[in-house]
């Protein structure tokens, strides 16, 4: 199977500092990758779409100049929640579409739990 | 009307009994899906994909797609206590940028 990693897995910050988050596929080639956000006990969701090489896509209500996205390779791509604040304490979670052998299928990392103090 | 539905459940079934998890979805030209799995407190991990109607077997789980009702299942055989988990039904809306839209989740609890 696809593996995907995050790192980190978790990190606590103080409220008006900024976080990067790293999402690699391992094993694949990923030229789109998405990244979504999951609060507790609700549906995972979707913050942004990530193409290697070219700028983000991001939905609605979410901003751009907070939450950057950089997709530089085709395996790497970060996301960097800037000047923190307790609100955005959250599970982020990353997944990296993978096209092999006719499939065209997405295949989610771990996740990073942020928690701003 | 939501674009993609599940039962929420919760659905509990007893340790070695099928499992039967069902969802629509409203965009007739909708042509992938997926099934993942969500244990609690961890990110999903896909179970199966599916693009054409008919079944799809893998181990324990069958995924069954029906185009013309619109309508895509997932059935855990011999279902085990370790399949306790929410179950998100997913599907890549036409004319979308290949993002996934899930459904609200189904929780199931295998009881021993």
């Known amino acids: 199977g696809a593996v995907v990693s995050q790192h980190p897995s978790r990190v606590i910050c103080k409220s008006g500092t900024s976080v990067k988050i790293e999402c690699r596929s391992l094993d694949f080639q990923a030229t789109t990758m998405f990244w979504y956000r999951q609060f507790p006990k609700q549906s995972l969701m979707l913050m942004a779409t990530s193409n290697e090489g070219s700028k983000a896509t991001y939905e609605q209500g979410v901003e751009k100049d907070k939450f950057l996205i950089n997709h530089a390779s085709l395996t790497l791509s970060t996301l960097t929640v800037t000047s923190a604040h307790p609100e955005d304490s959250s599970f982020y979670i990353c997944?990296?579409?993978?096209?092999?052998?006719?499939?065209?299928?997405?295949?989610f990392g771990p996740g990073t739990r942020l928690t701003v103090t | 009307q939501k674009e993609v539905e599940q039962n929420s459940g919760p659905l509990s079934v007893p340790e070695g009994a099928i499992a039967s998890l069902n969802c629509t979805y409203s965009d007739r030209g909708s042509q992938s899906f997926f099934w993942y799995r969500q244990y609690s407190g961890k990110s999903p991990e896909l179970i199966m994909s599916?693009?054409?109607?008919g079944d799809k077997e893998d181990g324990r789980f069958t995924a069954q797609l029906n185009k013309a009702s619109q309508y895509v299942s997932l059935l855990i055989r011999d279902s085990q206590p370790s399949d306790s988990a929410t179950y998100l039904c997913a599907v890549i809306l036409s004319g979308s940028a290949r993002q996934l839209t899930f459904g609200s989740g189904t929780q199931l609890t295998v009881l021993p």
């Open positions: 599916i693009y054409s109607n």
């Open positions: 997944s990296a579409r993978r096209l092999a052998g006719g499939l065209d299928e997405q295949y």
